[in-house]
């Protein structure tokens, strides 16, 4: 693992010095920074709006850096030709491909955690001198969220990029996501069916694309009145969803791998 | 001598795309490299060396067939422990700098990340890149033969017992390339075993102690240089030479220059040249024997053709091999049997 984790260092430099990734940074950075225009609403809805704002713009720009990223880091290393003098050492297929999700799960945690902090900072100079004011610190819960999902989007165009040119990966990913936060409506989809093979393959697309709907958590976090029943067992799940998924995904991309010819 | 490289009957095909149809990349390839030898592996562009190497590596899978590298199958990680690679024109991190390229591919052996950067330290000055106007720079802005010198730091981070060099000396210029093959030179002198593959045929000739030529795949020569090189006929000067004797070389194509006639004899022939030269009170003023070039036996087999300006192969076409079916008129395929 140690070698795993000398490709993983390694890949979060060269991530970080990508101007691609570093410009949806500043956007992020920049757009939680603009929340602060609007003026014109009243206090609470304000900051409602700059939460939701905060959240959604986390939640596109870590879209965006965890699929550009990630369709490209195996990829690239074959059509540029370094990962024949890293496998011709004594690396294992599996530590460099662990070595290089792990590299961009650092470069994730990096980018998400930046745009996180500043999201939580721009809340708490908003809610200085507000009545009732809640500590932003609580957002983190929203940020884990979005960082769990970015895992398992990671995880999968990692696994599609052990045997999928970059572009079809990329079109790939994007459909999944969106497929998959529309979980709940294509199993709502499937039991309304009246067509039994629809039906089927509603409920294969249900079980098997991974549920990025579940990581939803604004509405908690923005409307007070919205309660969570058992908000601790909630989040421990759906970490455990995604770390689960993402393994298997991971194993998958490993065995692909594995047999490929570089 | 031990076997560094055991290769038995090794296939590689591709499948032909929109075809249903196969290319052999490497057909039926057997040979051994044995412990300590440097190994020439000859052939033109796309005659399936790199292939042979990347199986060797365990890169890519070879169709059928075996190839074993020190002993184990290959690809096996512990031997990779004891072996290296030099890609052709070999590319690397271009943000980094070759200290931070080796110190990264030291830690790939397992070194903390201290004792990686002593290393690098070391190997980075060992290939002329420690001075301070390199030192600092990142590869991208490094020429071909800086980051072939790149390459070469990172091929013996380990000491390895055998290397792997695919055209170590490809696009370089005349100094460049005279240092690398200094390199070589140096690694053949401390025993190390070495898998060469050039189209460099001078640097094969000076550094190989063997070589061998593939051609679409196929083996078509193998042996020493000397069995490749070694000539049939010997050139034999003599001054004063009598008369008959004088007559005779003549008549077989020897050229008088003054008092100096050259003749070229067969092998077999030069003991009774220089007893016929000795009774006739003839001065032998040297006996040489007439070597071949590698390039020569490389175009007759190969059938390419050479750059002039380079001196390597640039392309070879899709010409047959002078008559590559029979044994007979091929002389070297004798050699490789």
């Known amino acids: 693992m140690n070698t795993a984790m000398v490709i993983a260092?390694?890949?979060?430099?060269?991530?970080?010095?990508?101007?691609?990734?570093?410009?949806?940074?500043?956007?992020?950075?920049?757009?939680?920074?603009?929340?602060?225009?609007?003026?014109?609403?009243?206090?609470?809805?304000?900051?409602?709006?700059?939460?939701?704002?905060?959240?959604?713009?986390?939640?596109?720009?870590?879209?965006?850096?965890?699929?550009?990223?990630?369709?490209?880091?195996?990829?690239?290393?074959?059509?540029?030709?370094?990962?024949?003098?890293?496998?011709?050492?004594?690396?294992?297929?599996?530590?460099?491909?662990?070595?290089?999700?792990?590299?961009?799960l650092g470069t994730l945690g990096i980018n998400i955690g930046l745009?996180?902090?500043?999201?939580?900072?721009?809340?708490?100079?908003?809610?200085?001198?507000?009545?009732?004011?809640?500590?932003?610190?609580?957002?983190?819960?929203?940020?884990?969220?979005?960082?769990?999902?970015?895992?398992?989007?990671?995880?999968?165009?990692?696994?599609?990029?052990?045997?999928?040119?970059?572009?079809?990966?990329?079109?790939?990913?994007?459909?999944?996501?969106?497929?998959?936060?529309?979980?709940?409506?294509?199993?709502?989809?499937?039991?309304?069916?009246?067509?039994?093979?629809?039906?089927?393959?509603?409920?294969?697309?249900?079980?098997?694309?991974?549920?990025?709907?579940n990581f939803q958590y604004t509405n908690p976090l923005l409307q007070p009145d919205v309660v969570v029943k058992n908000e601790m067992l909630f989040l421990t799940q759906n970490c455990a969803y995604a770390v689960a998924y993402a393994t298997a995904l991971m194993v998958l991309a490993i065995l692909v791998f594995d047999r490929r010819e570089v | 001598m031990a076997a560094a490289i055991e290769i038995t009957n090794l296939t590689k095909q591709y499948p032909v795309p929109m075809k249903r149809e196969v290319v052999n990349a490497v057909d039926n390839l057997t040979l051994t490299v044995g412990?300590?030898?440097?190994?020439?592996?000859?052939?033109?562009?796309?005659?399936?060396?790199?292939?042979?190497?990347?199986?060797?590596?365990?890169?890519?899978?070879?169709?059928?067939?075996?190839?074993?590298?020190?002993?184990?199958?290959?690809?096996?990680?512990?031997?990779?422990?004891?072996?290296?690679?030099?890609?052709?024109?070999?590319?690397?991190?271009?943000?980094?700098?070759?200290?931070?390229?080796?110190?990264?591919?030291?830690?790939?052996?397992?070194?903390?990340?201290?004792?990686?950067?002593?290393?690098?330290?070391?190997?980075?000055?060992?290939?002329?890149?420690?001075?301070?106007?390199?030192?600092?720079?990142?590869?991208?802005?490094?020429s071909k033969g800086m980051r072939q010198r790149v390459g070469i730091a990172q091929s013996l981070i380990n000491d390895p017992t055998l290397l792997f060099y695919d055209e170590p000396t490809s696009g370089l210029d005349a100094i460049a390339r005279r240092d690398i093959r200094d390199l070589m030179l140096e690694l053949k002198r401390q025993g190390k075993t070495m898998f060469l593959s050039s189209h460099q045929l001078e640097d094969v000739e000076l550094v190989c102690h063997r070589a061998s030529i593939i051609h679409k795949g196929k083996l078509q020569v193998l042996g020493t240089m000397d069995e490749l090189l070694g000539g049939e006929r010997v050139e034999v000067k003599l001054e004063n030479t009598p008369a008959d004797l004088a007559a005779k070389l003549t008549a077989d194509g020897a050229i008088r220059t003054g008092d100096v006639l050259t003749a070229s004899v067969l092998r077999e022939e030069v003991g009774s040249v220089i007893d016929a030269a000795r009774v006739g009170k003839a001065s032998v003023v040297s006996v040489v024997p007439m070597k071949r070039r590698l390039e020569d036996i490389f175009v007759e087999i190969v059938g390419g053709r050479l750059d002039k300006v380079s001196g390597s192969l640039i392309s070879t076409g899709d010409r047959p091999l002078i008559n590559n079916e029979t044994s007979s008129a091929n002389p070297y395929k004798e050699i490789a049997k």
Do not use: W
Request: glycine residues 8%; charged residues 15%; hydrophobic residues 50%.
């Open chain 2, 35 to 142: 412990e300590g030898e440097i190994f020439g592996f000859l052939g033109a562009n796309g005659a399936g060396k790199t292939t042979t190497i990347k199986i060797l590596l365990g890169l890519i899978y070879a169709t059928s067939g075996d190839a074993n590298v020190l002993g184990a199958p290959a690809g096996d990680i512990a031997v990779k422990h004891k072996i290296s690679y030099l890609p052709e024109s070999p590319y690397f991190y271009e943000h980094m700098t070759a200290r931070e390229i080796v110190t990264f591919y030291a830690q790939l052996f397992g070194m903390h990340r201290e004792d990686a950067k002593k290393k690098a330290d070391s190997l980075v000055d060992f290939v002329g890149l420690g001075g301070k106007s390199d030192v600092n720079k990142p590869v991208s802005e490094f």
């Open chain 1, 115 to 213: 745009m996180g902090l500043a999201f939580v900072v721009a809340v708490a100079v908003k809610q200085i001198g507000a009545e009732n004011a809640v500590s932003p610190l609580i957002l983190f819960k929203g940020i884990l969220m979005i960082a769990m999902q970015m895992l398992l989007l990671a995880a999968l165009a990692m696994f599609f990029s052990t045997f999928l040119t970059p572009l079809v990966n990329f079109f790939l990913t994007m459909v999944l996501f969106v497929i998959g936060n529309l979980s709940s409506y294509t199993l709502d989809l499937a039991k309304n069916s009246q067509v039994a093979i629809v039906k089927y393959v509603l409920l294969g697309v249900h079980y098997v694309v991974p549920n990025f709907g």
């Open chain 1, 9 to 104: 260092r390694n890949t979060i430099s060269e991530a970080l010095r990508k101007k691609i990734l570093n410009a949806f940074l500043m956007v992020g950075v920049v757009l939680i920074a603009l929340t602060f225009i609007f003026q014109q609403f009243a206090p609470r809805q304000e900051l409602t709006l700059v939460k939701g704002m905060g959240l959604g713009i986390i939640s596109l720009a870590g879209l965006f850096i965890t699929v550009i990223l990630c369709i490209n880091l195996v990829p690239t290393e074959v059509e540029r030709r370094t990962i024949y003098t890293i496998l011709a050492k004594p690396v294992r297929r599996y530590e460099f491909l662990l070595g290089k999700f792990f590299g961009a």
